[in-house]
T-cell receptor, first 112, second 110 residues
């Protein structure tokens, strides 16, 4: 158990809908990363937050947004969903700075 | 931004043989290089990491080497076992930005 909790584990929704994925980082970790992993693909960096502020942005679509709350949990919002958004979405947390990141078990999103 | 390339994409070895996975990175400012193992249906798990002030690090059957001049680093697994079968990802970290390689699917045949 990495200490990073992601909910829900599975999500099935229709095209055009909006969903919210939630991540609770390890206790004390200030940094949260979001990654997308499509079938048999690598980990695509979406966005990173550090202590409530956006720190780095990767290949995140404009239809996607994220935030980190004062209690340090984070949410990834995906809207106007398309079939191609079906993927595993991982959250990782780290203390920040030069330190290892620990991954959650992921949320499997299926858009039908 | 940082760009990480990883090779090979698939690797098949016999149990007991060694496996080597190589990564290159583009940003010379990157200073932390973790390796992750992802088993089916699970999130990536950190297995070893190396910082830029070190050339080599070993943990039992796993070792990582770093060549900062050439901007490449490698994962070495010796005496491979079937349970080593998984997808392995390298990553390069710079200024709060961690980028991953595309992954290597390692299969260890008994």
């Amino acid at each position: 158990d990495s200490g990073v909790t992601q909910t829900p584990k599975h999500l099935i929704t229709a095209t055009g809908q909006r969903v919210t994925l939630r991540c609770s980082p390890r206790s004390g970790d200030l940094s949260v990363y979001w990654y997308q992993q499509s079938l048999d693909q690598g980990l695509q960096f979406l966005i990173q937050y550090y202590n409530g502020e956006e720190r780095a942005k990767g290949n995140i679509l404009e239809r996607f947004s994220a935030q980190q709350f004062p209690d340090l949990h984070s949410e990834l919002n995906l809207s106007s969903l398309e079939l191609g958004d079906s993927a595993l979405y991982f959250c990782a947390s780290s203390p920040g700075g030069l330190a290892e990141a620990f991954f959650g078990q992921g949320t499997r999103l299926t858009v039908v | 931004g940082e760009n990480v390339e990883q090779h090979p994409s698939t690797l098949s070895v016999q149990e007991g043989d060694s496996a080597v996975i190589k990564c290159t990175y583009s940003d010379s400012a990157s200073n932390y290089f973790p390796w992750y193992k992802q088993e089916l249906g699970k999130g990536p798990q950190l297995i070893i990491d190396i910082r830029s002030n070190v050339g080599e690090k070993k943990d039992q059957r796993i070792a990582v080497t770093l060549n900062k001049t050439a901007k490449h680093f490698s994962l070495h697994i010796t005496e491979t076992q079937p349970e080593d079968s998984a997808v392995y990802f390298c990553a390069a970290y710079n200024n709060n930005d961690m980028r991953f390689g595309a992954g290597t699917r390692l299969t260890v045949k008994p």
